[in-house]
């Protein structure tokens, strides 16, 4: 059975920092790509970041390019989001996932976490 589990959301003032991890059981960690992708209210789901198996090469979206980092540990199985400078507008819902495929596309990972929410006042 695969298992996606995110931790490390919480509620953080403008400016802050916070860091998402994400433990995947059930695959074989290396030969997927990870991504996060994100859902705040009223709004629909989006892409944050992806980091590719292999090269381990980063794909980010325009809002989050230069504050956010995503990076891997194969040997944990875990996936993780480094976020700062966070802004009101990146309050939403994160979720992780993960495909067999190199893509930012959202279709096309199968596998997905439960998410964990992440709240940025001003």
């Known amino acids: 059975q695969v298992q996606l589990v995110e931790s490390g959301g919480g509620s953080v003032q403008a400016g802050g920092s916070l860091r998402l991890s994400c433990t995947a059981s059930?695959?074989?960690?290396?030969?997927?790509?990870l991504g996060w992708f994100r859902q705040a209210p009223g709004k629909v789901r989006e892409f944050v970041a992806s980091?590719?198996?292999?090269?381990?090469?980063?794909y980010y979206s325009a809002s989050v390019k230069d504050r956010f980092a995503i990076s891997r540990d194969n040997a944990k199985n875990t996936v993780y989001l480094q976020m700062n400078s966070l802004k009101p507008e990146d309050t939403a819902v994160y979720y992780c996932?993960?495909?067999?495929?190199?893509?930012?596309?959202?279709?096309?990972?199968?596998?997905w976490g439960q998410g964990t929410q992440v709240t940025v006042s001003s």
């Open positions: 996932a993960a495909t067999q495929y190199v893509t930012t596309l959202e279709n096309r990972y199968k596998y």
């Open positions: 059930g695959i074989t960690f290396s030969s997927y790509t």
């Open positions: 980091i590719s198996w292999g090269s381990g090469t980063t």
